[in-house]
C-alpha cells in the first residue's frame, strides 16, 4: 500500500531516446507510446533505473550504497530479496514543443492530456490547481495564453494555421505550470517567462498528430576506422522526443521492507510507516542525493537524454496571484 505520493516532472533538455526496440515502418528505432493514444512516454523502469544508476555513480555513490536496497530494491542473486520502498509510475506527456511562425515555437497540449494530468495530480492529493477549459478548441481552432507565439489572432505551427478562441483559464494554467513544474533554477527564468506567453491548447487530434510527426528523428551511421566510409548496413534512423517537452510522472512510497536493524537512520522518518514512505520520498528528491539534472534514456555518449527534475508535494504548490 502505498503512503505518500509526489509529482516529479522531467524538462527535456536534449533530444531524449526511451527506445522501444526496432520499428517496422520508416523509422529504426522508435521511441516507446502510450498503445492507446500514441502519446510519446517514458516507461517507470526506465525511470527508476535511471534514478538508481544515479545514486551509484554520484560523488557519494559508497555513502549511498547501504540506501540502494531499501529505497529501490534489492538487486538479483541477493540472498535477502525484497521490493524498494519507493515506486515511480511512467512519465507521460504533458507538453511539447511544435515549431512556430511566431515566438519560434510554442508548447502544446490537450485537454485530453491536462484532465489526465490532473486526474493524477488530484490523486496525489493537490488540491490548488487551475481550472482547465470547461471543452477542446474546435476544427482549426486553439486557446492561447499570451500573443507571442501568434499573428493576427492566429498560431502557425509546422504548416498549419489555428484561430485563437479566447479562454481566460489558459492565462492562469500556463502560469501554474511556470511557477510549479518547469525547472526552478534562475537558469530557467526564461522559459518560465515564455511558457506565460506561448502555451497553445490544441484540439484532442491535433495535438496527437503533431506528437507523432513531429518528433525528432536523426539519421546516425558507423564508419569503418580506416576508409572512413559507411560500414555496411551501419546506417540508422533513432526517434527522439525533442527539447523543450515536459512530463509529469507520480512517485510513490510505501514503508521499508527491511529488517528494523537495517534500516539507514535517513530513512526513519517519524518511526512510523506513513513516516518512512515520506522520508524515502524526501530523501529521493533531495539534490545532494539525487542530482536534479541528469541523463535518463538511450545515447549517453553521444549527449542525449539530459534532464532537468522538479519535484512536487502538495504543501509546496505556488498559487497564481
Known amino acids: 500500500m502505498f503512503l505518500e505520493t509526489r509529482i516529479l516532472f522531467i524538462y527535456v ?8 526496440g526496432s520499428g517496422v515502418e520508416a523509422i529504426d528505432l522508435p521511441i516507446q507510446r502510450e498503445r492507446t493514444t500514441g502519446f510519446p512516454m ?12 544515479e545514486v551509484r555513480h554520484a560523488e557519494k555513490g559508497a555513502k549511498n550504497e547501504a540506501l540502494l536496497r531499501p529505497v529501490f530494491g534489492a538487486d538479483a542473486g541477493d540472498d535477502n530479496l525484497h521490493a524498494g520502498a519507493f515506486s515511480p509510475g511512467d512519465a507521460r506527456l504533458l507538453l511539447f514543443p511544435v515549431r512556430s511562425l511566431m515566438g519560434v515555437f510554442a508548447w502544446t497540449t490537450c485537454l485530453e492530456v491536462l484532465q489526465r494530468w490532473q486526474r493524477e495530480v488530484l490523486a496525489a492529493g493537490f488540491t490548488k490547481l487551475p481550472k482547465l477549459p ?23 505551427l509546422e504548416e498549419f494555421a489555428f484561430t485563437k478562441t479566447d479562454d481566460p483559464d489558459v492565462t492562469k494554467l500556463a502560469a501554474w505550470l511556470a511557477l510549479n513544474a518547469l525547472p526552478a533554477g534562475p537558469e530557467f527564468d526564461w522559459w518560465r517567462e515564455g511558457l506565460k506567453k ?3 491548447i490544441l484540439s484532442n487530434d491535433d495535438f496527437r498528430d503533431f506528437t507523432l510527426h513531429a518528433t525528432e528523428v536523426l539519421t546516425r551511421i558507423r564508419l ?22 515536459l512530463l509529469y510522472a507520480p512517485t510513490r512510497a510505501t514503508r521499508l521492507r527491511v529488517n528494523k536493524d537495517d534500516k539507514p537512520d535517513a530513512l526513519k522518518g517519524d518511526d ?47 498559487e497564481v496571484k
Open 198 to 200: 506561448r502555451l497553445i
Open 42 to 53: 517514458v516507461q517507470a523502469p526506465g525511470i527508476k533505473g535511471a534514478l538508481r544508476s
Open 272 to 318: 512510523t510507516a506513513e513516516g518512512e514512505a515520506a522520508a524515502v520520498l524526501d530523501w529521493v528528491s533531495d539534490a545532494d542525493n539525487i542530482p536534479h539534472r541528469f541523463q535518463i534514456g538511450g545515447d549517453e555518449t553521444v549527449g542525449r537524454g539530459l534532464v532537468s527534475l522538479r519535484w512536487l508535494k502538495a504543501g509546496d504548490v505556488q
Open 224 to 245: 569503418v576506422p580506416d576508409t572512413k566510409t559507411v560500414q555496411q548496413g551501419a546506417l540508422w534512423t533513432e526517434e527522439h522526443l525533442p527539447p523543450e517537452s
Open 134 to 156: 470547461a471543452a477542446q478548441p474546435g476544427k482549426d481552432e486553439c486557446y492561447a495564453a499570451g500573443d507571442d507565439a501568434l499573428a493576427d489572432g492566429v498560431a502557425v
Open 13 to 20: 533538455e536534449t533530444p531524449l531516446h526511451a527506445g522501444a
